[in-house]
């Protein structure tokens, strides 16, 4: 089976920066994506890993760690816009992208 | 708007009732998905298309739950003879077939604004 790890809350002061963990166990991987979700709207896509290392867009910058199985996701210059849900969401062949159950983050002033 | 589209949005039932979802992917998209999301949780999958194959179906979808897409283009998701526990956002998603195995394009799927049943 493939199964993903995140934790379920995070708190960061607006302006601050967080770090959201996620590990996965998944056979055949190919990568790691994540989405954010707005309470009431769909998941949207925020970023692709497929190799070792750190990818930046703006603000997010997603990691992914192949040998540990571990990825996070790195939001900087915190704005209570960004107060959503987070998912990671494994990649492995063919099969169907698999999501973690989300991490709520709250952006408080 | 070119994204993924959805109808209906909002959709109350009474159990027993038969409901009926409709999905437009974006149109040079060959994969189609469905899933499913109940508050607090993930997206989990339900079953997916590449053109107007089904590929995959979830042990989730019991044989109360039917898909299509006939013609390869948009998709329809129906379940029968509702029950409580259907009470869920249904979601669809579309993506490119991976040319390349591990790249972006082949695996970033694109989802719509979700469908939200209600069964009383």
């Known amino acids: 089976g493939q199964s993903l790890e995140q934790p379920s809350e995070v708190t960061a002061v607006e302006g601050a920066i967080v770090q959201i963990n996620c590990t996965y166990q998944?056979?055949?991987?190919?990568?790691l994506s994540w989405y954010q979700q707005h309470d009431g709207g769909a998941p949207t896509f925020l970023s692709y890993?497929?190799?070792?290392g750190l990818e930046e867009t703006g603000r997010f910058s997603s990691f992914l760690s192949r040998s540990d199985s571990y990825g996070y996701l790195l939001l900087q210059e915190l704005q209570m816009k960004d107060s959503a849900s987070y998912f990671c969401?494994?990649?492995?062949?063919?099969?169907?992208?698999?999501f973690g159950k989300g991490t709520r983050l709250s952006v408080i002033a | 708007d070119t994204g993924v589209s959805q109808d209906p949005r909002h959709k109350i039932t009474k159990r027993g009732q038969n409901v009926t979802f409709r999905c437009d992917p974006i149109s040079e998209h060959n994969r189609l998905y469905w899933y499913r999301q109940t508050l607090g949780q993930g997206p989990e999958f339900l079953t997916y298309?590449?053109?107007?194959?089904?590929?995959?179906k979830s042990r989730l979808l019991s044989d109360r739950f039917s898909a299509e897409r006939p013609k390869g283009s948009f998709s329809t998701l129906e379940i029968q003879r509702t029950e409580q526990g259907d009470s869920a956002m249904y979601l669809c998603?579309?993506?490119?077939?991976?040319?390349?195995?591990?790249?972006?394009?082949?695996?970033?799927?694109?989802f719509g604004e979700g469908s939200w049943l209600t069964v009383v």
């Open positions: 298309f590449q053109n107007e194959a089904q590929l995959e």
């Open positions: 998944t056979s055949g991987f190919y990568g």
């Open positions: 890993n497929a190799l070792d």
């Open positions: 998603a579309s993506g490119l077939g991976a040319l390349e195995a591990r790249s972006s394009s082949g695996n970033t799927i694109y």
């Open positions: 969401a494994a990649s492995s062949g063919n099969t169907p992208l698999v």
